[in-house]
């Protein structure tokens, strides 16, 4: 993506109502800045969350290049407790997705000059 691009789509983010980036969005962001039409937007960010869906559910971690990388963590069962009773509960194992951001998202989060 040309630098001229980049900062294109970043003003738009930017210009976002809600402080959260939702698929509605990015949709409307594929339609007005690269010219899909608004059906084809809607499909093609659908399709790249449920590959990402997908593959997490399979066990696959996702790596995105230059953004980060989600892996699937199984986390041990072990005891807990109920805040409002003080009642200790066991909490039974489970499946997690963590993220971890690559260090050219950091930079960019942090206002680091880019490389």
Not at 45 to 55: E, H, R
């Amino acid at each position: 993506m040309l630098n001229e691009e980049r900062e294109m789509v970043e003003f738009a983010v930017e210009s976002l109502e809600t402080p959260a980036l939702t698929k509605a969005q990015l949709a409307d962001l594929l339609f007005d800045q690269i010219g899909l039409n608004k059906r084809e937007s809607k499909d093609m960010i659908d399709a790249f969350f449920d590959l990402i869906s997908q593959s997490l559910v399979e066990g696959k971690d996702v790596k995105l290049s230059g953004f980060g990388n989600f892996q699937i963590r199984t986390k041990a069962p072990r005891p807990g407790r109920n805040p409002r009773t003080g009642e200790a509960i066991p909490i039974e194992a489970r499946r997690v997705v963590t993220f971890h951001a690559s260090s050219k998202l950091k930079e960019q989060i942090q206002g680091e000059p880019k490389a």
